[in-house]
């Protein structure tokens, strides 16, 4: 009963290759976040959907985009992958921007190489 | 943000209950304080958060300090699975450009020993 599936878990992409991430939920909730985690630091908001509405964080690279096609569906896109980007990169959902819980998925590591 | 302050690092042996505590001095009125971990290779989990009272859950206690100065988690009886970094988040839900978002500050790593 995976709520919050993030494909691939792992991810080795080349130096400037785009790469997409993949993430997609069951809970039906109006909100999807990424978040950026690398080696041994706090997970890091990226950008978040409030249904089709982008909201994009201050600090966050132009280097990185997002989709939400649909309510199921978010990517995050990587347009020319350095290797400072490569992390574990997480996705997750609430019901509302102000709901109270966020569900995480498991992440998805990035390699560049 | 409201920032928090948390130890590197705390050790407990299992079956024993753990105090994680986290201050947060700058905390304003519309402030909730939220818990979650990360277990090893996984994403974070929501554990518990509270306003002004003290709160219980099936996971976990949250006692907060009168001022709401500081808090602390309270792991009634760890296990070994409770091993993972405990992160202690100030959530600002009042509206603004915040819009009660997580920020996370660098945690707790828990150690649990069998």
């Known amino acids: 009963d995976a709520m919050v599936i993030q494909n691939p878990r792992y991810q080795v992409t080349q130096f400037g290759k785009p790469v997409t991430l993949s993430c997609s939920q069951t809970?039906?909730?109006?909100?999807m976040y990424w978040y950026q985690q690398k080696s041994s630091q706090a997970p890091k908001l990226l950008f978040h959907?409030?249904?089709?509405?982008?909201?994009n964080e201050a600090d966050t690279p132009d280097n990185f985009q997002s989709r939400r096609p649909n309510t199921s569906f978010c990517f995050l896109d990587i347009r020319s992958p350095g290797l400072g980007d490569a992390a574990m990169y997480l996705c997750?959902?609430?019901?509302?921007?102000?709901?109270?819980?966020?569900?995480f998925g498991p992440g998805t590591r990035l390699l560049v190489l | 943000d409201a920032k928090t302050t948390q130890p590197n690092s705390m050790e407990s042996n299992e079956e024993e209950p753990v105090h994680l505590p986290c201050n947060h001095s700058?905390?304003?009125?519309?402030?909730?304080i939220h818990w979650y971990r990360q277990l090893p290779s996984q994403g974070p989990e929501y554990v518990i958060h509270?306003?002004?009272s003290n709160v219980n859950n099936r996971m976990a206690s949250l006692a907060i300090a009168e001022d709401r100065k500081s808090s602390t988690l309270i792991l009634h009886r760890a296990t070994l699975r409770d091993a993972a970094v405990y992160y202690c988040?100030?959530?600002?839900?009042?509206?603004?450009?915040?819009?009660?978002?997580?920020?996370f500050g660098q945690g707790t790593i828990l150690t649990v020993h069998p």
């Open positions: 997750a959902t609430s019901r509302e921007v102000k709901g109270v819980t966020q569900y």
């Open positions: 809970l039906n909730h109006n909100v």
């Open positions: 959907y409030y249904d089709k509405d982008f909201n």
């Open positions: 700058t905390i304003s009125g519309t402030d909730y």
């Open positions: 509270g306003l002004t």
């Open positions: 988040i100030l959530r600002d839900v009042s509206g603004g450009t915040s819009y009660g978002k997580l920020t």
